[in-house]
């Protein structure tokens, strides 16, 4: 029975479906500690599933001791470097991050890789995950020579579990070339976008939003660096990518333009930029 809730739990959580993910998941974990008691693995499956919407919910002070007692349930009943206490430990680091408590967030990140690193050994893909997480927080708090390796640890993980060319790849090169950009180390950024751009059009094909991304990151630095004759076909397809995507008065569209006129701006080409300044607003003021 609580599997089937926690089931449709996940299930309308996945849909946005709040208020019946809620009443699912408050109904699995009576049921669940109704049936085993109050200190099963599954009951504590159950309290991160109602926590898990409660975050979704932004219900912070609710989901927060569900997880904390998932993780003493994981440890007492599975035992302290068991790879699921590290889930729940990942889950509520999320939530810390999300919330700004960085230093929370971080403590919890990195025991939960510590211990998927001996659940799993080095070479798994959720250690991969947990040293992305790491990173972020890193990133986040400007401890970017630590967050570096972290980045080129996963890359590095990923690369060989999943294929060099896997999309997950792609999102962690981005993840590292975005962390050279914001050091304004534009040059360091630049080969990484690159190779995110390749890994983006062999896995969604040339025409796909993930391209228009990584043509309008590369450009980005590119300009930057004043290479603005290589970026310029660079931004105009990205934006072509969006329209074909999702129609010319789309929102996203409305953006795409920004991001063009701001390109024009920055190559001191002021008309150009207007233009596209002025499309932005009118698609914008047309909804």
Do not use: C
């Not at 920055?266 to 009118?282: H, L, P, Q, S």
């Amino acid at each position: 029975m609580w599997d089937e809730l926690n089931q449709k739990t996940m299930e309308h959580l996945s849909r946005g479906e709040l208020t019946q993910a809620q009443q699912s998941a408050e109904k699995a974990l009576a049921e669940a500690e109704k049936a085993l008691g109050s200190e099963d693995p599954i009951v504590a499956r159950a309290l991160n599933n109602l926590a898990e919407v409660f975050r979704a919910q932004k219900r912070y002070d609710l989901a927060e001791p569900l997880w904390n007692r998932s993780i003493e349930i994981r440890k007492k009943t599975l035992g302290p470097q068991h790879a699921e206490v590290a889930t729940a430990m990942t889950n509520l680091g999320g939530a810390y991050f999300e919330q700004g408590r960085y230093a929370e967030a971080e403590r919890l990140f990195l025991n939960a890789l510590r211990i998927l690193e001996i659940a799993l050994g080095n070479d798994h893909s959720h250690v991969a995950s947990a040293l992305l997480n790491l990173a972020a927080v890193y990133r986040v708090r400007e401890k970017y020579p630590g967050a570096r390796p972290l980045y080129e640890k996963a890359i590095a993980i990923q690369e060989r579990t999943l294929g060099s060319d896997h999309p997950e790849v792609g999102t962690s090169i981005n993840g590292l070339a975005s962390l050279f950009e914001s050091q304004l180390r534009f040059k360091d950024a630049e080969p990484w976008y690159r190779r995110a751009l390749e890994i983006a059009e062999k896995s969604f094909g040339p025409y796909h939003p993930h391209v228009a991304t990584s043509l309008f990151n590369l450009a980005g630095v590119l300009a930057q660096q004043g290479n603005f004759s290589e970026a310029e076909p660079m931004v105009q397809r990205a934006v072509a990518v969006i329209e074909t995507n999702f129609g010319a008065e789309s929102l996203l569209v409305a953006d795409a333009m920004e991001n063009l006129s701001d390109f024009y701006e920055m190559a001191g080409r002021a008309t150009e930029a207007e233009e596209f300044r002025e499309k932005a607003v009118k698609i914008r003021g047309g909804r």
